[in-house]
T-cell receptor, first 108, second 113 residues
Framework: GQNIDQPTEMTATEGAIVQINCTYQ??????LFWYQQHAGEAPTFLSY????GLEEKGRFSSFLSRSKGYSYLLLKELQMKDSASYLC?????????FGTGTRLQVFP | GAGVSQSPSNKVTEKGKDVELRCDPI?????LYWYRQSLGQGLEFLIY????????KSGLPSDRFSAERTGGSVSTLTIQRTQQEDSAVYLC???????????FGPGTRLTVL
């Protein structure tokens, strides 16, 4: 079967670091995407991992372990504008499988 | 256009009526996806097009839902005999291929009264 598991909600303070974990099971695997979705808006691309390891892009980093079916998104130097939902989406045979997302609230 | 566009942005309809939602993907993108997102929920995959063909229709909730894509570009999602549970935001995305980043349109918010 196909399953994605990530925390429903997280809170953090401005300037802090937060790690959003995701475990997944899919039929076929061709990489994993992270998307950000602000309330009332469409998702926007954050990162794509196809090989094991850490991909760093500015304040955001994403990690993948294919053998463990595990990924995390690391957000550093949190800003208020980072308050959003973060969607873990492994790429199956030909389509993304989206989880329900983690709603992150950043407080001053 | 520069991005994915969808129309209408909002649609209110009465139960039992048919609706048609339109998606204009980014020019040159061969892959096109339709998703549905209910309030506070994740994205539910509906259908995927590669060119004009739909290799994966597994997400369509019932036979009231259908979609087509013509000329490898514009796609329409049709919902017949709408039900209240069809109320959701319908999102379209396009990409250069399955392993490429998907670019999402702004969505169509459908409300069935």
């Amino acid at each position: 079967g196909q399953n994605i598991d990530q925390p429903t909600e997280m809170t953090a303070t401005e300037g802090a670091i937060v790690q959003i974990n995701c475990t997944y099971q899919t039929s076929g695997f061709n990489g994993l995407f992270w998307y950000q979705q602000h309330a009332g808006e469409a998702p926007t691309f954050l990162s794509y991992n196809v090989l094991d390891g850490l991909e760093e892009k500015g304040r955001f980093s994403s990690f993948l372990s294919r053998s463990k079916g595990y990924s995390y998104l690391l957000l550093k130097e949190l800003q208020m504008k980072d308050s959003a939902s973060y969607l873990c989406a492994p790429l199956g045979t030909d389509k993304l499988i989206f989880g329900t997302g983690t709603r992150l609230q950043v407080f001053p | 256009g520069a991005g994915v566009s969808q129309s209408p942005s909002n649609k209110v309809t009465e139960k039992g009526k048919d609706v048609e939602l339109r998606c204009d993907p980014i020019s040159g993108h061969t892959a096109l996806y339709w998703y549905r997102q209910s309030l506070g929920q994740g994205l539910e995959f509906l259908i995927y097009f590669q060119g004009n063909s739909a290799p994966d229709k597994s997400g369509l909730p019932s036979d009231r839902f259908s979609a087509e894509r013509t000329g490898g570009s514009v796609s329409t999602l049709t919902i017949q005999r709408t039900q209240q549970e069809d109320s959701a935001v319908y999102l379209c995305a396009s990409s250069g291929g399955p392993s490429n980043e998907q670019f999402f349109g702004p969505g169509t918010r459908l409300t069935v009264l």
